[in-house]
């Protein structure tokens, strides 16, 4: 099983500055596998990247992915109020599909 | 516009079994992998199962494997998760979500569905 640690844990920040969230690997990750998620209250997960680096329909340019292997990171640019969220990210490379424990991100 | 919706939950004993549903609608379902993920707070998101676009392949968790059948129905746009023997530790919201592939992240969500193990 691969399992995924992201860090921080919690990350405070003002609107305005820029975010970047860690997520490391315990195997490595072909391909690219690798997916990131926006989770707000009481809703389901959003599907931000995929394959690492690509964001997914609707996804607005001011979040990033980038990282290969076994160490993946979201960038997400002008934080505005409404990017602050528990974010998580996800590996389909292979079975089981594993989730990291997500980095909440709060507004200082 | 795509849309998944979950039903099927609620509160069930120890030992019991309970059959979720997820009807999805505004794309070709029967193009799609689907699939269980399921979030609790002790165990944040953890996926449960997949099944591919004919229903001939089924993918699961080590830990719900024997326990859960996954399965779906084209016709009606519907897929399902049986879930026999429910321990304690199942209690979670559970999503249904939409895969490309097996090989692919989950794109869509539904709002997600609480089943609730308790005696």
């Known amino acids: 099983e691969i399992v995924l640690t992201q860090s921080p844990g919690t990350l405070s920040l003002s609107p305005g500055e820029r975010a970047t969230l860690s997520c490391r690997a315990s195997h490595s990750v072909s391909s690219h596998y690798l997916a990131w998620y926006q989770q707000k209250p009481g809703q389901p997960p959003r599907l931000l990247i995929y394959?690492?680096?690509s964001r997914a329909t609707g996804v607005p340019d001011k979040f990033s992915g980038s990282g290969f292997g076994t160490d993946f990171t979201l960038t997400i640019n002008s934080l505005e109020p409404e990017d602050f969220a528990v974010f998580y990210c996800q590996q389909y490379d292979r079975t089981p599909y594993t989730f990291g424990q997500g980095t909440r991100l709060e507004m200082k | 516009e795509v849309q998944v919706v979950e039903s099927g939950g609620g509160l069930v004993q120890p030992g019991g079994s309970l059959r979720l549903s997820c009807a999805g609608s505004?794309?070709?379902?029967?193009?799609?992998?689907m699939a269980w993920v399921r979030q609790s707070p002790g165990k944040g998101l953890q996926w449960l199962a997949s099944i591919k676009q004919d229903g001939s392949e089924q993918l699961y968790e080590d830990s719900v494997a024997g326990r859960f059948t996954i399965s779906r129905d084209n016709a009606e746009n519907s897929m399902f998760l049986l879930m026999n023997n429910l321990k304690v530790e199942d209690t979670a919201v559970y999503f249904c979500?939409?895969?490309?592939?097996?090989?692919?992240?989950?794109?869509?969500w539904g709002q997600g569905i609480l089943v609730t193990v308790s005696s």
């Open positions: 394959g690492a680096s």
């Open positions: 979500a939409r895969q490309l592939g097996s090989g692919w992240p989950f794109d869509s």
């Open positions: 505004g794309f070709r379902f029967s193009s799609y992998w």
